[in-house]
Nanobody, 115 residues
Framework: VQLVDSGGGLVPPGGSLRLSCVAS????????MRWYRQAPGKEREWVAA????????NYADSVKDRFTISRDNAKNTVYLRMNSLKPEDTAVYSC?????????WGQGTQVTVSS
């Protein structure tokens, strides 16, 4: 199983970014996918989740109405579109899936929101 995150960067407050996570080594369409983030000095925080078919999504209250999770099962890729970014969104973002009892993580991509 491999998850490769990309798309992070430095953006000003109010800006947008789209993160991508390319998956391999498992049957992507069979599993839900999630995004987490970890800010410096803080615990990892769940951000969003999407069902295997993409028909159901859930968001943390802190990002609801600003972030959108989506997936392209033909490309084995999950996305996180982030709009109206705030300085408090600064963190390393990682995608995640769970196969049985085991969690798998991407390597993370840094998002920095600053003027």
């Amino acid at each position: 199983v491999q998850l490769v995150d990309s798309g992070g960067g430095l953006v000003p407050p109010g800006g947008s970014l789209r993160l991508s996570c390319v998956a391999s080594g498992f049957t992507f369409i069979s599993y839900a996918m999630r995004w987490y983030r970890q800010a410096p000095g803080k615990e990892r925080e769940w951000v969003a989740a999407i069902a295997n078919t993409g028909g159901s999504t859930n968001y943390a209250d802190s990002v609801k109405d600003r972030f959108t999770i989506s997936r392209d099962n033909a490309k084995n890729t999950v996305y996180l579109r982030m709009n109206s970014l705030k300085p408090e969104d600064t963190a390393v973002y990682s995608c995640n899936t769970r196969l049985g009892a085991r969690n798998y993580w991407g390597q993370g991509t840094q998002v920095t929101v600053s003027s």
